[in-house]
């Protein structure tokens, strides 16, 4: 890690630029990230932000959507871009050699697309069939139907894609005042890691991006409250599925790094507790696993497992048990010690790659405002005590807190409320 150095500049418009050089390897990643995604939209604008990303790629005013893909595969690198619900990524990958074509395309797919009317309608339907694939794959769509319950009246509950409505309803105007709103330098991150001069970097930037202007940003998000309770919907599938949820932490909170230890402990983890218990040892689950939904300002921490109708009352029992254990007994220093070891070797084997460490720098920007060496993250993840996880299991998984939904052939009351109590 000593060969790593890291360096944060503005651009000539206030565009800030992270960036990690490491010598050792052949590669550049490099992501503009805006600060913009679904929790952002008007419920007339549903789906938005995952549009435009959609759009970025259906050609500019220098090159065709066939130029694009011919460009990138030329240079053996990687174009492309996700939408979560408050930031919307495009990234590239290239050999350190094709650097400067790199960013030439990405600047060019970002800042100059043209949005072609006849684009727009056909990427409707695109977008309208992605719609259809998630609501016809129950292990996706149930985690959409718990945000909608558990968000419920906040733009935090609302599915990314949209839905039906607002995607076909959308139009070039809309676009492209969503962005003249959205899309401007004070909204922007750039990073990059990989092997590269600074000076070149910051001139490429500067060069594509940097006399790129607009308006300051100002954006007011809503903090939501947290909904708990028991909501089902009857699907005619083999499996019942079902996402357990309850309050979680936003991205700079103190504890984060105690939540992603009782994340791994609870069902981040083969090891977990609860895929050792209900899968290893009673095989009553294929999937079960737990995992962290974190914001500027609100979190969850989830779990969902798919099981047959009639282990769902069981498998819930189990999840409810392993819940009140750990608030109960808390963790061994067996246990402890196993996480931490986990939570390093998952940080060190991630730095191995470009692209991980790039979403790594620019999320530190957006959420905690500062850089965090590797050296620093695991010096915060030793200090996690299994007090600190003993606490925060006490003070979130709180029965006014759970949420549960449920997917399958069932009929409305398959659980009681009951269940949720801890």
């Given at each position: ?18 960036a ?9 990643s ?17 789906g ?33 871009a ?13 050999l ?9 395309i ?51 509950a ?22 003249k ?11 990059a890691?990989?092997n ?10 500067n060069?594509?991006i ?16 947290i ?6 919907k009857k ?22 790094y ?5 994340n ?9 507790r609860l ?11 294929y ?7 974190s914001?500027?300002?609100v ?37 402890m010690?196993?996480?931490?070891n ?58 006014e ?9 069932i ?12």
């Amino acid at each position: 890690m000593k060969d790593i150095s890291f360096r944060k500049v503005y651009l000539d418009n206030g565009i800030r630029v992270v960036a990690e050089r490491i010598p050792s390897v052949k590669s550049v990643s490099l992501g503009i990230w805006v600060g913009v995604g679904s929790r952002d939209e008007s419920e007339s604008e549903g789906g938005i932000s995952h549009f435009i990303e959609h759009m970025f790629f259906k050609g500019t005013h220098r090159r065709s959507a066939h130029d694009i893909a011919l460009e990138i595969d030329s240079i053996g690198g990687e174009l492309n871009a996700f939408t979560t619900r408050e930031t919307t990524t495009f990234y590239v990958k290239t050999l350190d050699a094709h650097l400067a074509k790199g960013i030439d395309i990405i600047s060019d797919i970002c800042l100059h697309s043209s949005l072609s009317k006849k684009e727009i309608e056909k990427e409707k339907q695109v977008i309208l069939e992605e719609i259809k694939m998630v609501e016809d794959d129950p292990e996706d769509y149930i985690h959409d139907m718990h945000s909608l319950m558990v968000w419920d009246g906040n733009p935090l509950a609302r599915s990314i894609l949209g839905n039906a409505t607002t995607v076909s309803n959308m139009k070039r105007e809309s676009l492209l005042n969503y962005m003249k709103r959205h899309y401007n330098p004070a909204n922007i991150v750039i990073s990059a890691a990989g092997n590269f001069e600074f000076s070149n970097l910051i001139n490429l930037l500067n060069k594509n991006i940097g006399k790129y202007s607009l308006n300051a940003y100002s954006n007011k998000r809503i903090s939501p409250s947290i909904q708990g309770g028991i909501c089902t919907k009857k699907k005619d599938i083999e499996q019942v599925h079902f996402c357990l949820g309850t309050l979680g932490l936003p991205q700079k909170h103190k504890y984060r790094y105690a939540l992603f230890a009782l994340n791994s402990i609870l069902g981040g983890s083969m090891s977990s507790r609860l895929f050792q218990e209900v899968r290893e040892k009673r095989g009553l689950v294929y999937t079960i696993y737990s995992y962290i939904s974190s914001y500027t300002d609100v979190g969850l921490i989830n779990i969902y497992a798919g099981t047959s109708i009639k282990a769902l009352q069981v498998v819930l029992e189990l999840v409810i048990k392993e819940i009140r254990k750990i608030n109960k007994n808390g963790i061994s220093r067996k246990e402890m010690i196993r996480v931490r070891n986990q939570m390093k070797g998952n940080l060190m084997l991630g730095l191995e790659s470009t692209s991980n460490r790039m979403s790594r720098l620019a999320r530190d920007e957006i959420y905690i405002g500062r850089y965090f060496s590797p050296e620093e993250v695991i010096r915060e993840i030793e200090k996690v005590k299994p007090s600190q996880i003993q606490e925060l299991i006490t003070d979130l998984f709180r029965t006014e807190y759970l949420s549960l939904a449920i997917l399958g052939p069932i009929t409305k009351d398959i659980v009681s409320e009951k269940i949720l109590k801890v």
